[in-house]
C-alpha cells in the first residue's frame, strides 16, 4: 500500500511534534525535520512503533540557503510522495533591530520567509503533478501589529500572510490548497520566559493562549477542509480587526515599558 507523506518543518518539540503525531495517527508517513536530531530520532522511534507508519527523520538547519531544494531531493530520490507540507519551524527574537546581532536578523529571515516560501515553490508543481495536495503555513496574529520587543518576529509572519495568499490565489481551481494559520499564544517552550506565569491563566480563560495540541488538531481541522485561514479564539479575531488601528504613541509608550520591565 502507497504511504503518503507529510513534511513537517521543526517537528522535534511544540506544535511540530503535535502535527507529527496525529498525522501519524491518521496513517501518513511524516518526515520529520528539525535541527535537534536527538529529539527528532526519539520521536521517529515512538511514531513508528505506536502508528506503524514510517517516520525518516532529516536533520538540517533550515537557515541554510540549499535547504529546501535538500529537503524536496531527499523525497524525490526516495519515492516519497508528498501530500502535505507543514512549515511549521520558528523562532522569536526578544530584542529591538538595533540590538539584535546581525546573524541572528540573518536567520530569522531565511527560517520564516525563504526557506518556507522555497518549499513551496518546489512542492506545489509536483503535487498539482500527482492531483492532491495541501500546505498550512504558520502565520501570528503579531502579522497585523508591530509588537513591542518582537517586533521582527510579527514582520516575518506578515510576509508570510502575503505570500500564502498569493499561492492561494494561484493554486485556486487546482488540487492544492493553501492555508494560514493566525495563532495567538500557543503554549510551547517558544513563548516559555515572555509570558509571566501570573498572566497564563487569565490568557487561556480568554482564549487567547491554548495548549499545542488543540491548536495543531485546529490547524489540521482547517487545512484538510482547504480553508484559506484559522484564527482561533474570539479575543484574537478580535485583535486582528484592532491592532491595526493602534496609533504609534500608544506604541511607542508600550515598547518603552515593555524595554523598562525586560531590563
Not at 82 to 92: D, Q
Not at 110 to 133: D, E, N, S, V, Y
Amino acid at each position: 500500500m502507497t504511504v503518503n507523506y507529510a513534511i513537517i518543518t521543526g517537528a522535534a518539540s511544540g506544535m511540530g511534534r503535535c502535527y507529527a503525531t496525529q498525522l501519524a495517527q491518521m496513517g501518513y508517513g511524516v518526515l520529520l525535520v528539525d535541527i535537534n536530531e536527538v529529539a527528532a530520532q526519539e520521536l521517529s522511534c515512538q511514531l513508528s512503533q505506536q502508528y506503524d507508519v514510517p517516520a525518516p527523520v532529516l536533520c538540517i538547519d533550515l537557515c541554510k540557503s540549499d535547504a529546501a531544494q535538500e529537503i524536496v531531493t531527499l523525497c524525490q530520490d526516495n519515492g516519497w510522495q508528498v501530500e502535505i507540507l507543514i512549515n511549521n519551524a520558528g523562532m522569536l527574537i526578544t530584542s529591538t533591530i538595533e540590538d539584535t546581532d546581525p546573524s541572528k536578523l540573518q536567520r530569522i529571515l531565511a527560517l520564516h520567509c525563504t526557506t518556507p516560501l522555497l518549499l513551496c515553490r518546489h512542492l506545489i508543481p509536483l503535487m498539482k503533478a500527482q492531483g492532491r495536495g495541501y500546505i498550512l503555513n504558520i502565520s501570528s496574529i503579531s502579522a497585523w501589529m508591530d509588537w513591542p520587543v518582537i517586533g521582527m518576529y510579527g514582520n516575518t509572519k506578515r510576509f508570510v500572510k502575503g505570500y500564502s495568499r498569493q499561492l492561494r490565489l494561484e493554486c485556486h481551481g487546482t488540487p492544492v490548497s493553501v492555508t494560514t494559520a493566525f495563532f495567538g499564544a500557543v503554549d510551547t517552550p517558544l513563548l516559555q520566559g515572555l509570558v509571566l506565569s501570573r498572566y497564563r491563566k487569565l490568557m487561556f480563560a480568554l482564549g487567547i493562549m491554548i495548549k499545542p495540541e488543540k491548536a495543531a488538531r485546529m490547524a489540521l481541522r482547517a487545512m484538510f477542509r482547504r480553508k484559506s485561514s484559522l484564527v482561533p479564539g474570539f479575543v484574537n479575531k478580535l485583535a486582528i480587526l484592532f491592532c491595526p488601528l493602534v496609533p504609534s504613541c500608544l506604541l511607542r509608550i508600550m515598547a518603552k515599558k515593555v524595554k523598562i520591565n525586560m531590563n
